[in-house]
């Protein structure tokens, strides 16, 4: 059995382009900080992923402070700063953000005072898309970078977070982008790494398949990939309409990211048909998250005014650059079948 990849939100596949350039890096083993010859070569590695992360992310001219993920930098951005936030965010924003902006039932989310606020451009679990307010205090653009065209120097926002295993890059870095030279308090503080921002020796390896995963997702956004997938995505919703009329989509009348479907049948438990997918070769996810072997309902669709029994029968699918039309049907088919059984069972 073949198995199909179908959760391009979570993580994505390594691309060759991130992996070639990570293996190049391991031959610049200096330590970035040292002024020897070794040491600025590595240097040298950093500095080039920097600038293909800023050029892809639209932010020429702006500081980008490589971290460890967009966990480290919501915290390094957030931190201290008791800022207005909604249900909808990454539990990395909600950790350090008051969660009372309202959320509409389409996703959006109305946001009072900009400067004291932190919003998402687009939402993991539905692909919803905000439009920002200028003068945004911070913005999660980690599932919109590598899928929407972004101009960071354009978007309103006074700093993003970003994490590279989203868009084809390794996991365990990420980057912070703020205007050149703000005033931001360190978290992790030593040897004053990163422009005294983010103390530590550089992970160079992983900078290094970052960037060349940025300018490989830039050069995607030129050719039309993404709007292969919209097509893709759109015909497999098609079809789950067509035989199961009953299907609720989050979001469906919203700007949504072109690889992002969540939809629900009440009474069919998300985690239930994500098992079931599996066996069947799919890798799917739930609109639930899982924390200490408890399953919770989804803030993000409660949010939204969604009643828990729906919320409960969430399942996102969510494509990637190399997802064929054969294994969107194929999985379409597959749902189709287990759903159909479902609907035996509870008649």
Known sequence: MKRVYLDHNATTPLSRQSRAAMIA???????????????????????????????????????????????????????????????????????????????????????????????????AETGIIQTLP???????????????????????????????????????????????????????????????????????????????????????????????????????EEALVAGAPELIFAGKDSARLPNTSCFMVPGWKGETQVMQMDLSGFAVSSGSACSSGKVRTSSVLTAMGIDEETAQGALRVSLGPETTEDQVLRFTETWLQKHKKHRARVA
Not at 48 to 58: P, T
Not at 71 to 80: N, R, V
Not at 191 to 207: H, K
């Open 25 to 123: 890096a391991m031959d610049h083993f200096g330590n970035p900080s040292s002024v020897h010859s070794e040491g600025r070569s590595a240097k040298a590695v950093i500095e080039r992923a920097r600038a293909q992360v800023a050029s892809a992310l639209g932010a020429d001219g702006a500081d980008v402070i490589f971290t460890s993920g967009s966990t480290e930098g919501a915290a390094l951005a957030l931190a201290g700063r008791d800022l207005q936030g909604s249900m909808i965010e990454h539990s990395a924003v909600k950790a350090w953000a008051n969660t009372d902006l309202p959320v509409s039932f389409d996703g959006q989310v109305t946001v009072a005072t900009p400067a004291k606020s932190t919003l998402q451009l687009a939402n």
């Open 134 to 236: 200028q003068g945004l205090a911070v913005s999660d653009v980690t599932q919109a970078f590598g899928k929407l065209p972004i101009a960071f120097n354009w978007l309103g926002t006074q700093m993003a977070l970003v994490s590279a295993h989203k868009l084809g890059g390794p996991k365990g870095i990420g980057a912070l982008v703020m205007p050149r030279g703000t005033d931001l308090e360190a978290r992790i503080r030593g040897g004053g790494q990163e422009m005294g921002r983010r103390s530590g020796t550089e992970n160079v390896i992983g900078i290094a398949g970052f960037g060349a995963a940025a300018e490989a997702a830039a050069a995607r956004l030129a050719d039309g990939t993404w709007e292969r997938v919209q097509k893709l995505r759109d015909l497999m």
